[in-house]
């Protein structure tokens, strides 16, 4: 009986252990527990989605334990959904970064992954904010240099038209600037000087504007262990596809701008050679990651992403720099 107790009050005292805060109030960390990760969805999605549910489901059977929070602009699906076109998104990654940080398991910092547009989002949460911190991104398909197209909607997606109808009206208008979710990173080769005069949320996250460059924007992303860039092959929906690698189209030459489009890669960029927001310098240390997916947008094979998502998903909390070692 005197043994039985002494092990149930060794049970007691370990529980204790792994459940107990320190003084300043973070959680004592097992070795063993997976760093959590976040997951912003794109276009014409919602955050509680089949798909979505479907994919955080494969992810927790991969990585046994792991948090996985899908962020959300309304907790209606619906709302939710509307939300991908219509809002401003300056506000929106206020919000989000506000939700993040009030979920206690991310306090230790997190990996995200960023669907279509939720890739440039994520990073915008990353250069703003970044507290928590994240320690991988991977974003699939996002459009990072902006679109020079709106992207096309199918037959019986009302949201989308509308969103595209609305833009088409005059994309860099003040209404659409902070209305419209796809106008505030469309960047029109041709119309640069008015895309910089009016857009608000990607010439700031890409610190476009000599006047109001943020250094913390690029302090910030430059802190990151890994920035995983998925490209898809036969993508139609992203005008340029490039976007994905921080490419764009060149400006025209001709006058009437029916000159052959020339893509702009990310290594040419003037936000890389003069390293605006950090890139270069995350590129310099081996922790930028190109790489492509077969297929349309959004096309997501599994043998695609699986080996992503494993390789920099789900690493220990305890070391920021094991994802680093394991995909070398």
């Not at 989000?96 to 230790?108: F, G, K, S, W």
């Not at 109001?212 to 995983?228: C, F, I, K, P």
């Given at each position: 009986?005197?043994?039985?107790?002494?092990?149930?009050?060794?049970?007691?005292?370990?529980?204790?252990?792994?459940?107990?805060?320190?003084?300043?109030?973070?959680?004592?960390?097992?070795?063993?527990?997976?760093?959590?990760?976040?997951?912003?969805?794109?276009?014409?999605?919602?955050?509680?989605?089949?798909?979505?549910?479907?994919?955080?489901?494969?992810?927790?059977?991969?990585?046994?334990?792991?948090?996985?929070?899908?962020?959300?602009?309304?907790?209606?699906?619906?709302?939710?959904?509307?939300?991908g076109f219509f809002?401003?998104?300056?506000?929106?990654?206020?919000?989000?970064?506000?939700?993040?940080?009030?979920?206690?398991?991310?306090?230790?910092?997190?990996?995200?992954?960023?669907?279509?547009?939720?890739?440039?989002?994520?990073?915008?949460?990353?250069?703003?904010?970044n507290s928590p911190?994240?320690?991988?991104?991977?974003?699939?398909?996002?459009?990072?240099?902006?679109?020079?197209?709106?992207?096309?909607?199918?037959?019986?997606?009302?949201?989308?038209?509308?969103?595209?109808?609305?833009?088409?009206?005059?994309?860099?208008?003040?209404?659409?600037?902070?209305?419209?979710?796809?106008?505030?990173?469309?960047?029109?080769?041709s119309q640069l000087?008015?895309?910089?005069?009016?857009?608000?949320?990607?010439?700031?996250?890409?610190?476009?504007?000599?006047?109001?460059?943020?250094?913390?924007?690029?302090?910030?992303?430059?802190?990151?262990?890994?920035?995983?860039?998925?490209?898809?092959?036969?993508?139609?929906?992203?005008?340029?596809?490039?976007?994905?690698?921080?490419?764009?189209?060149?400006?025209?030459?001709?006058?009437?701008?029916?000159?052959?489009?020339?893509?702009?890669?990310?290594?040419?960029?003037?936000?890389?050679?003069?390293?605006?927001?950090?890139?270069?310098?995350?590129?310099?240390?081996?922790?930028?990651?190109?790489?492509?997916?077969?297929?349309?947008?959004?096309?997501?094979?599994?043998?695609?992403?699986?080996?992503?998502?494993?390789?920099?998903?789900?690493?220990?909390?305890?070391?920021?720099?094991?994802?680093?070692?394991?995909?070398?």
């Open positions: 009986m005197l043994v039985k107790l002494l092990l149930a009050s060794l049970c007691t005292i370990s529980l204790a252990l792994q459940t107990s805060a320190f003084p300043t109030g973070q959680t004592i960390l097992r070795a063993d527990t997976p760093r959590p990760l976040v997951i912003w969805h794109g276009m014409g999605d919602s955050y509680g989605s089949p798909g979505m549910l479907q994919f955080m489901d494969i992810v927790r059977k991969m990585h046994p334990g792991i948090f996985v929070h899908s962020i959300y602009l309304d907790e209606d699906l619906k709302e939710d959904e509307k939300a809002g401003d998104m300056n506000e929106n990654i206020e919000r989000v970064a506000e939700q993040l940080a009030n979920l206690t398991d991310l306090q230790h910092g997190f990996d995200a992954i960023g669907f279509s547009q939720g890739g440039q989002f994520l990073r915008a949460y990353i250069e703003r904010y911190p994240v320690n991988n991104l991977i974003t699939f398909g996002s459009q990072h240099m902006g679109i020079s197209d709106l992207p096309m909607c199918g037959p019986s997606d009302l949201l989308c038209q509308l969103a595209r109808r609305a833009a088409r009206g005059g994309v860099y208008n003040t209404w659409a600037q902070e209305h419209l979710v796809q106008a505030q990173y469309f960047r029109d080769p000087d008015l895309y910089l005069k009016t857009n608000k949320f990607l010439t700031s996250i890409n610190n476009e504007i000599p006047q109001t460059v943020n250094a913390t924007y690029s302090r910030n992303l430059a802190s990151l262990n890994a920035l995983v860039l998925m490209l898809f092959s036969a993508d139609k929906t992203v005008v340029p596809k490039e976007t994905s690698w921080f490419g764009s189209y060149a400006p025209p030459n001709s006058s009437d701008g029916q000159a052959e489009k020339t893509i702009v890669p990310m290594r040419m960029q003037p936000l890389y050679t003069e390293d605006w927001i950090g890139l270069r310098e995350l590129d310099e240390r081996g922790a930028v990651h190109l790489d492509t997916c077969e297929g349309e947008h959004m096309q997501l094979n599994r043998d695609c992403w699986e080996p992503i998502v494993k390789n920099y998903v789900g690493g220990s909390l305890k070391d920021r720099h094991l994802d680093a070692l394991r995909s070398v």
